[in-house]
């Protein structure tokens, strides 16, 4: 038995979100946040890092804890090329920034030749699913792709972290899903991101899962809506990529999102018990492909809250690589406070701090989505 093998295949799990954040925006501060000097930064970083399990953030740290996260390092040279001569960190960090923010249109990816719709589930709570859907759906929507993020969580955290209006009762996914009608009339634009438009949840989805039992044909619902959206848009505003955000459950919810998808990305948390209840996920999934949607298949893995100094975080990717093989993307999503930051302002981390290690990472992982062909 090698070590890696208790890392959580059959066991019993319980996560607790370390955030305390979340609250409602009011009075909070929109646009980036003004960068301390770096000793504050690093201050606080270490006040923040208390926890043994929390990593230095990279950006304060000289990115010092992102070059030994693969993926991060192999981003950030990816992003900032051959270091001009007498650059400062600083000089390349703003220059890695500006990229981010206007990328020069050689930097646009490829456009799918119709629309990618990708759930983004684990039944696992608080291993990245709406971090990873709404910072990747930023990063291709800066690199000219058209992107809808539907959030089908009642916590509505992935319509938070999207700057968008999504007070009970307003128009959102919910009226879709169990009213039927169209869900254009929900789509808001992300503030601050260009071509990136969301599909909120209130907290009128909660009621959803009893709510659609008794209803004809319940697990199809957003399919058919999302169906319906995309057949009513004109060519030039089709969306290249739908990025459905799940709860953490395998619910009718998460049913639907996997009836309207034709691909899963799977993030999966460098902890332990990482694997606790991936098999449930995978029989769910090959449930869904003989039964509801024979097009739907596990086409991507995305390494989260990798804390190179660790060699658990190691063994856990070791453990997803060995099973999941090149469907686990390279670059692992390093554990960043800017990344848990920047939800409460309302705000991706690629606009909060666009030259993190985090903000870096999720642009590679984007990239690797978008030269990945759907299976
Ligand atoms: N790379 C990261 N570095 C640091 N913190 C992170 C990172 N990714 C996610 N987090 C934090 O971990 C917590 C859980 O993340 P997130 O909300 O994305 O998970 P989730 O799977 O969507 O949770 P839920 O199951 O409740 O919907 C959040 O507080 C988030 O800010
Ligand atoms: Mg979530």
């Given at each position: 038995m090698t070590a890696a093998s208790g890392l959580g295949w059959p066991a019993v799990v319980s996560v607790v979100s370390p955030t305390g954040l979340g609250w409602p925006r009011a009075g909070r501060q929109r646009g980036p946040v003004p960068r301390e000097t770096d000793e504050p930064a690093r201050e606080r970083s270490a006040a923040m890092t208390a926890d043994p399990d929390e990593a230095p953030d990279p950006a304060a740290a000289g990115h010092d804890a992102a070059k030994e996260t693969p993926g991060a390092g192999e981003a950030l040279a990816g992003q900032d090329?051959?270091?001009?001569?007498?650059?400062?960190p600083i000089a390349a960090a703003a220059r890695v920034a500006v990229r981010l923010r206007a990328p020069a249109t050689g930097d646009a990816f490829a456009r799918p030749a119709r629309t990618r719709v990708i759930v983004v589930a684990n039944q696992k709570g608080g291993v990245g699913k709406t971090t990873t859907t709404v910072n990747l759906g930023a990063a291709l929507a800066l690199h000219g792709q058209r992107v809808l993020v539907v959030d089908l969580d009642p916590q509505g955290n992935a319509s938070t972290a999207l700057g968008v209006h999504h007070a009970a009762g307003s128009a959102s996914v919910y009226d879709s899903v169990i009213d039927g009608r169209e869900l254009g009339a929900a789509v808001q634009d992300s503030p601050g991101i260009a071509g990136l438009r969301v599909v909120p949840a209130t907290i009128d989805l909660a009621g959803a899962e009893i709510e659609l039992v008794?209803?004809?044909?319940r697990e199809l619902r957003l399919r058919r809506a999302i169906t319906a959206h995309l057949a009513a848009l004109a060519e030039e505003e089709r969306p290249d990529y739908v990025l459905i955000d799940c709860p953490p459950s395998l619910g009718l919810l998460t049913l639907n999102a996997l009836v309207a998808a034709e691909e899963v990305l799977i993030p999966i948390q460098c902890?332990?018990?990482?694997?606790?209840g991936l098999g449930q996920l995978v029989q769910t999934i090959d449930m869904v492909t003989s039964h509801l949607n024979a097009g739907l298949t596990i086409s991507t893995i995305l390494l989260t809250m990798y804390d190179a100094r660790t060699r658990l975080a190691a063994q856990v990717a070791d453990e997803v690589r060995a099973h999941f093989a090149d469907r686990v993307l390279s670059t692992a999503i390093p554990r960043s406070v800017r990344v848990s930051e920047a939800p409460s302002y309302g705000q991706t981390v690629l606009t909060y701090d666009p030259g993190s290690s985090g903000s870096l990472s999720y642009v590679e992982a984007a990239r690797e989505l978008a030269a990945s062909l759907p299976r």
């Open positions: 090329g051959p270091a001009a001569a007498g650059d400062t008794p209803m004809v044909a902890e332990y018990y990482a694997l606790e």
